[in-house]
């Protein structure tokens, strides 16, 4: 049970680590490494690899943005396998609701409470 | 002065990345946020009817809650220019990205300001997801209608 804790951290760590060496020896813009991960989150679900990964590191594989990429492709595949082609497009965003959603809600909120003081 | 030198010029010039640095920086700061979600999801999993799959939902919605406090107060952006990439990759990167555009355009109305520049930096990452994902998905079901590979 304490190991999760473990995986998820070092996984999660490793992840980033990833992000950072685009970010510095690639020398890509954040918008560009974000979206490469995204993608290759995708990827590896279409592979049926993401899903392990999960399991073995918790929140380690769904809190990174690859799992946003991972959810989408998950979503998709499994309307797909119930409704064939069209649920590719009709089941998206049925995993990763609570990711959109929640940043669009909290974002309206903090502009309401919050007032901008620079660079936020 | 030609390409190379240039180049060779530029590289001499710029000052050096400090690159393990920033690599061990990131590792530690994706870590922790990663950690600190694993203790949310064992919250949701512990006092509510959550799995340990099922659970990820809410810990993503949690963690973005707490991007929009540290976004609001200011501390995120001290965060990021600790944890470059560490900062950046977690989902809380992708909410601080959508609520300090949103905060940050208050001023020219709800509506035109925060309303339209809320996903000007996260709307290529769904851009790009949504894409992916679309292609990687119509791939997949072709190849399982075609009896390649199976779901």
Known sequence: MSSIYITAFIVGGLICVIGQLLFDVAKLTPAHTLCLLVVAGSILDGLGLYEPLIDFAGAGATIPITSFGNSLTHGALAEAEKHGLIGVLTGMFEVTSSGISSAILFGFIAAIIFKPKGNV | ?151
């Open chain 2, 1 to 151: 002065m030609d390409e190379k030198k240039y180049a060779k010029l530029e590289q001499e010039i710029s000052p050096k990345i400090p690159l393990m640095k920033n690599i061990l920086k990131a590792f530690l700061t994706g870590g922790i946020i990663c950690l600190v979600a694993q203790f949310v999801a064992l919250f949701y999993m512990t006092y509510f009817d959550f799995t340990e799959r099922t659970a990820s939902n809410p810990t993503v919605a949690t963690m973005i809650f707490f991007s929009m406090l540290l976004t609001g107060f200011g501390l995120y952006k001290k965060i990021g220019q600790f944890g470059g990439a560490g900062s950046a990759v977690p989902i809380t990167g992708f909410g601080n990205a959508v609520i300090s555009a949103a905060i940050e355009h208050k001023s020219e109305g709800y509506v035109l300001g925060v309303g339209s520049n809320m996903f000007k930096l996260a709307g290529s990452v769904i851009l790009f997801g949504v894409f992916s994902a679309f292609v990687v998905a119509l791939i997949k079901t072709i190849l399982v209608k075609l009896g390649v590979v199976s779901w």
